[in-house]
């Protein structure tokens, strides 16, 4: 039978904060904002997700990990709810996935340009590059590894590098 009963919404979101993004493995599921919501009930834990753009390949595997690492913490019933209301923004990442992702080599959305309500924009005219920390940067594509992605390049020490777009 599901253990569900002996665990706090407050040990699934620490059980959840262990999983990490599958496109950027140095951070994690809950750091980036997917996770919205946690609750337990009739021995179900349902967890509400947002997927970070309609299409997103990855949430298939957010839910996919979600399931397989309650289940292996004795949760038998996983419910994963997908809402698309409000829409995922880069506001919701925390500071420390946003430093986690400068360190890793990605350039972080640079808070308040999610504000500008212009999805998937380029980014703000000033990208700082993740490795020299040079601002002397040009957008290279609008796409980068990834659509949430857009590819910069620094002028100073020539390294090309992602730069996370802001929603």
């Known amino acids: 039978m599901s253990t569900i009963n002996q665990y706090t919404e407050k040990q699934v979101w620490e059980f959840l904060s262990e999983i990490p993004d599958p496109e950027i493995p140095v951070i994690t599921i809950t750091e980036l904002g ?13 967890i509400t997700i947002t997927p970070t753009y309609t299409g997103c390949p990855a949430m298939k ?8 690492t309650l289940t292996e913490k004795g949760i038998e019933c996983v419910e ?19 430093e986690k992702l400068r360190v890793y080599g990605i350039a972080p959305p640079v808070k308040g340009s999610e ?15 993740p490795k020299c920390k040079s601002e002397n940067t040009q957008l290279k594509s609008q796409f980068g590894s990834t659509a949430c992605k ?4 620094c002028n100073d020490c020539l390294e090309p ?3 996370f777009k802001c929603i």
């Open 34 to 46: 997917v996770v919205r919501k946690v609750e337990l009930n009739n021995n179900t834990a349902k």
């Open 150 to 153: 857009a590819l910069y390049q």
């Open 161 to 163: 590098f992602d730069y």
């Open 115 to 129: 504000d500008k309500g212009i999805l998937f924009e380029a980014g703000p005219k000033t990208v700082a590059c």
């Open 80 to 98: 994963i709810i997908m809402t698309y209301s409000p829409a995922w923004t880069t506001a919701w990442m925390s500071d420390e996935a946003r």
């Open 61 to 68: 595997l957010f839910e996919d990990e979600i399931i397989k």
